[in-house]
């Protein structure tokens, strides 16, 4: 069936419907409601006042009359009741309703009943004789667009429900035991459930549908374990390498250190994690693995999200490498052709040993002479399939290293299967970060302090989230604050500002000055959330506070601490919202990053919203990673069991098996590079 076979859906409203994204009748009917209307229960006025829509049965009380006010414009009124109270109701330009409506006539109306001015009255509500077709039902909500009406929407997919054929994908023993509704019947019911339990039945289907594929999907194409890799040998160099270093492994970054190295050591391919808060030393343990893969005669890739960081690893890289003839190179965006040019050719000669770069790298034409080791950054900012490209490139062993901690079920959703390292311990002699959340009339105070810092040789980061001034939100833009504070406060002090609008060279010298201390107060937006390392920073002052969510204040806070100095961390921002306050005690109340991921995970469940971007799992309608772990735990489980006991090749899962190699084709077009 296609979208032209459905009554009253010509080719200007399948344009609207394309601007939804809806191009067939597989997108139109994946299209769920976003809420649904409850038009069952008959309620009296009384119980409906000041709630939601409601269903009420109404008998009129008089002849309904029609105001014209002026040009095109008319209202009309009829006064009804529930025996108990009256109340007005009101339609905009529909004149014709007039003919319908007849005093002592019983009418059920569903809609809002709100007060104006001591009356009762509901606007534009819906009104029908009998139940059945609009009232007397669960009615899905969907979102819009522009020149398409919710009736436009019911009537289109109940068409096509009508017309599809459903054929179920899951096989019947995992329907059975895990009490799953049909596909069929799911599907229907999340568009036109006939009561809240199956609606939630058909949801949880779904849900699971949805989480089931994707795991499956991942397990199979991502799941390296007993993958043949490189055997690398621990060579010598690393001992003496670490060694050298100016400070001492912590115990924790020798533990995640030896993980590592058995696994490179290993036949197999690795595959891990490497988790650990903000300023555990995530940077010295991935050189130390590109040193060991260096001397096994390897190339190694570093890849960072922003340029920012990338440039950053760069020069750390090359210093801790000086004098080990190991040739470092970057590839970023903003190198000139000729310059990118040239670095392909050299990674592709083997003429460099270590490609930092960003997501640069992935693209087509850079191919590798001896590719062994790639280690993603930040890993939470970059797609799988992104980390499917590079291990694509050579039977590679990965690293990917994170400050988000996530738990296990979670990191196996995202990444597929993989082991964990953890460093649970920051280098010896780090201080708390000491954190202050204050409101906006502390300015005067804070800038104060920054002076003093300035003044005994430290420097200072000033975080805002927008860059421009924006009209409608009463946000501090960053350079209206760039602006004002640095001609007075800062007169006398060379500040800087760097956001992401910025190109990305003029980016690299705000960034160089602040490293080589000729900046003093760097103002910014995110673009230096993750990764930054500039230890001679020590203070933060964050505007607006509340409008981030506590990973990323977390993440944020992590660039000072970061050297010997007593650090300190603002927090500005006048919200009077519950949650911002709750966010705001955390934040003052512990520097534990496992904690503030737990602590944001409990507040995300109540409802709060902002710094959601973790979950941004584009592949899902219905299923927020977050919430609904328990089911992912569940299908994980079930995956495992299907692939460790080869089910896929049973004949009671051949449906299963097309289906999920649609499902594969389809998720390798739709996940596109950021
Ligand atoms: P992150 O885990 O956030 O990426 P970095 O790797 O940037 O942290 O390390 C933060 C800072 O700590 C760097 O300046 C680094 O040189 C320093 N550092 C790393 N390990 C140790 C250690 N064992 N002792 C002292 N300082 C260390
Ligand atoms: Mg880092």
Partial sequence: MNLQEIKGLGPKKREYLNNLKIENVDDLIYHYPFRYEDRRDVKTIEEAYGKEDALLHL???????????????????????????????????????????????????FGKVESYKGQLKMTSPIISKTLGNELGKIVPVYNLTKGLTQNDFRNFISQALKKLKFEESLPKDILNSNNLMDYREAIINIHFPNSMSLLQKSIERLKFQEIFFYQLYLDINFSQINKEGISFKIA???????KKLPFELTNAQKKVVGEILEDMKSPFIMNRLLQGDVGSGKTIVAAIAILNAYYNGYQSVLMAPTEILATQHY?????????????VGILKGSLTKKRKEEMVEDIKKGFVDVIVSTHAVLEDNVTFENIGLVITDEQHRFGVKQRAILTGKGNVDTLVMSATPIPRTLALAKYGSLDISIIDELPKGRKNIETYAVGMNYEKRIMNFLLKHVSEGRQCYIVCPLIEESENLNLTSVEELYERLSETYFKNIK?????????????????ESFINNETKILFSTTV????????????????????????????????????KFQSYCILLNDSKSQIARQRMRIMESTNDGFIIAKKDLELRGSGDVIGFRQSGEEQFKLVNLFEDIDMLKKVQDITRDILDNNKLESVEYKVLKDELDKYSKDIEEQIIFN
């Fill in 495 to 511: 500040t800087g500002l760097i956001h992401g609008a910025l190109n990305p060279k003029i980016k690299d010298e705000i960034m």
């Fill in 59 to 109: 008998s009129l009380v008089n002849n309904p009359s029609t105001r014209y006010l002026g040009r095109n414009k008319n209202i009309t009124t009829v006064k009804a009741t529930d025996g108990k109270y009256k109340i007005d109701l009101t339609w905009f330009n529909q004149p014709y309703i007039v003919n319908r409506l007849k005093s002592g006539e019983n009418f059920y109306v």
């Fill in 315 to 327: 020069d750390d890289l090359k210093n801790m490498f000086l004098g080990y003839g190991i040739r």
């Fill in 528 to 563: 230096i959330e993750v990764g930054v390392n500039v230890p001679n920073a020590n203070t933060m002052v964050i505007y607006n506070a509340d409008r981030f969510g506590l990973s990323q204040l977390h993440q944020l806070r992590g660039r000072v601490g970061r050297g």
């Fill in 236 to 242: 010598p160099e690393v001992d003496n390498f670490i």
